[in-house]
């Protein structure tokens, strides 16, 4: 995706500043910005006092999660204030409807401030879009992969349980849990987690 | 059924008609599949409206009113044909600022007059010391809890913008910001004052309802162009707001209520927190001190779910006193336009000389009488305002 553009040269790189309370999120996405030739790039995950944080870096680009309920403290930037440097919306920008899209879908939002062009920041917030995508399915890889771990747990009980109660080899008791399985048309942690609930009822 | 319905809340007691309108199969009752959908931030509330990820939303009347404005964010119209609650508020400051307010107080301690002024002093008094400016924290820059706050420090003579900090938080972070000492009040709607007063670190000051004697808070908010297309559906949810709005208001229901509003997927808090805020009935500092305003929090009562144009002319004034605006007799129209009494009373079958009879004053407890046809004239009669350049 960013292939085709030059990395930004060194004197007119946006400082970008990342707010996330996920360091693994905020991590993903600084490599990704990074990787695409943007050196400046700075996380905040402490929420305390944010808007000083924010002017003490004095970034070009703020990137926020949607689930950050901080993103209000962001509003305050666009007041008039003692705040030299006014920053605007990707919101404000509906020309592209389908970014915009994409991006709240994301669980992302940016703000950028005045003068930076258009076109730069629409390929960072792309980026930012398929990093946090990225994320999102690596969390629900790492849930289901929780999940078959909780899952061989339950089994391995059940099996022993099996195994003592009825005399059987792990193997036996494996094609047991197994068979009544499909015979049931249930999963076998399913029928696992009922042999270990009876179990707990009958002690 | 009509198509399904996404609508944004964040979890606030005022939210309660709206989530009583669904929870309680108000909304089913009149054919609508409606999905609550609970959010962390105003912006996200308000940009999800803008796009249409939600038909409508629970959300700062001042929000609906900058939006249909464009001003601070992008100009897309809103109307809000459903006041979801008038007052509500209030300004919770920490034990020992309150304890300095006390110290300086002349006169009443519920008059905001009184403290204001007593706030004014304390202010002076840190000035003189060298000591940090206080700082309030409020919600939003385009809230009710921001002009509220304002209005009551101007009243005794602390410049909000010179003489004191002013910062948004996202109201969960009000009460441990007030413990750890960031901030030294704040000004945010049910259920967090009681919350500070419950941990113990903070007394409530005022009530709202003592600085303004109607003030809308938060609005049933709809883009006008999707209002304008789907007339039956917005008239469906008037009635089921109404409705809804009646069945709190009874105190006989309100035990019933406050347990619906206080699921962990709604407001997620003590049902009996709730229940005070709905009964007007506040423990206001640590010690279990109570006061008693039914008029704390209006969901209904009084007329309050008929949107009034005189209080979105007031919530303009403020954007005009406060710098966020211009003032123009364009954008005072449009701002008036967005609180769509017209489409309430349709929706209820209301008859125009039913509906008139009720009339809403501001009541502030400063300043003159509003008028909306004079804006630059009432807003001259205040000494601190700031002006745009």
Redesign the interface.
């Known amino acids: 995706m960013t292939a085709e553009q030059p990395p930004p040269k060194a004197e007119q790189a946006p400082k970008i500043v990342i707010v996330d309370e996920s360091p693994i999120r905020a991590a993903i996405l600084e490599e990704g910005l990074r990787e695409a030739g943007y050196a400046s790039v700075m996380r905040i995950s402490e929420m305390q006092s944010l808007l000083a944080r924010i002017y003490a870096l004095d970034p070009d680009i703020i990137v926020i999660d949607l689930e950050n309920p901080s993103r209000d403290i962001l509003e305050q930037m666009f007041q008039v204030s003692r705040a030299v440097r006014r920053p605007i919306a990707m919101f404000v920008d509906q020309s592209d409807a389908a970014s915009i899209q994409a991006s709240v879908d994301a669980g992302v939002s940016a703000y950028i401030v005045d003068g930076l062009k258009k076109e730069r920041m629409k390929s960072i917030l792309d980026l930012c879009v398929s990093r946090f995508n990225a994320f999102a399915k690596l969390q629900d890889e790492l849930d289901r992969t929780k999940m078959a771990l909780e899952e061989r747990k339950v089994i391995d009980r059940a099996k022993g349980i099996l195994m003592k109660l009825k005399g059987l080899t792990e193997e036996e008791a494996y094609v047991l849990l197994r068979s009544t399985a499909m015979r049931e048309k249930k999963k076998i942690g399913e029928i696992a987690q009922s042999i270990l609930t009876a179990s707990e009822l009958l002690k | 059924m009509t198509a399904p319905l996404h609508i944004g809340f964040i979890p606030l007691v005022d939210a309660a008609a709206l989530i009583i309108a669904v929870d309680k199969g108000f909304t089913a009752a009149e054919g609508l599949e409606v999905t609550l959908v609970r959010e ?5 509330v308000r ?2 409206l ?2 249409g ?1 939600f038909e409508a939303a629970h959300l700062l009347a001042p929000v609906a009113i900058a939006s249909s404005l464009g001003v ?3 100009k897309v119209p809103i109307v809000a044909p459903y006041n979801l609650g008038i007052n509500g508020n209030a300004i919770t400051v920490s034990p020992a600022l309150h304890a300095a307010i006390m110290t300086e107080i002349d006169g009443d301690r519920l008059d905001p007059m009184a403290t204001a002024q007593a706030l004014a002093r304390v202010v002076a008094a840190r000035r003189k010391s060298g000591a940090e400016p206080l700082t309030f924290a409020m ?3 385009f809230s009710t809890h921001n002009y509220q706050l304002r209005f009551w420090m101007a009243a005794g003579g602390v410049d909000p913008d010179e003489d004191v900090r002013l ?4 109201p ?2 009000m009460v441990e910001s007030l413990e750890n000492g ?1 901030v030294d009040g704040f000004c945010v709607g049910a259920p967090w004052n009681s919350i500070a007063v419950d941990h113990g670190v903070g007394h409530i000051l005022h009530f709202v309802a003592d600085i303004l004697v109607h003030a809308a808070e938060k609005v049933l908010a709809i883009r006008q162009s999707w209002a304008a297309k789907n007339p039956d559906v917005v008239a469906r949810l008037v009635r089921s707001l109404s409705r809804a709005a009646d069945f709190i208001e009874d105190p006989g229901n309100r035990g019933e209520a406050a347990r619906m509003l206080a699921r962990p997927e709604r407001i997620g808090v003590d049902a009996e927190v709730i229940q005070r805020t709905l009964d007007g009935r506040l423990k206001i500092s640590p010690d279990g001190k109570i006061r008693e305003n039914s008029r704390y929090l209006l969901v209904g009562r009084e007329g309050a779910g008929r949107p009034d144009p005189v209080q979105a002319a007031w919530l303009y004034s403020q954007m005009v006193r406060w ?2 605006t211009r003032i123009s007799e364009e954008a005072l129209k449009a701002a008036m336009a967005v609180f769509r009494p017209d489409l309430y009373d349709a929706a209820l079958a209301i008859s125009d000389s039913g509906s008139r009879s009720e009339n809403h004053e501001i009541g502030a407890f400063d300043g003159p009488e509003f008028n909306p046809n004079d804006i630059a004239g009432y807003l001259a009669s205040f000494k601190i305002f ?1 002006r ?1 350049g």
Not at chain 2, 40 to 44: E, M
Not at chain 2, 167 to 170: E, G
């Open positions: 962390v931030s105003w912006s996200n940009d999800k803008n796009i990820l601070g964010h992008v919600t939003f820059p910062v948004v938080l996202p969960p972070f960031h710098a966020q700031r745009l």
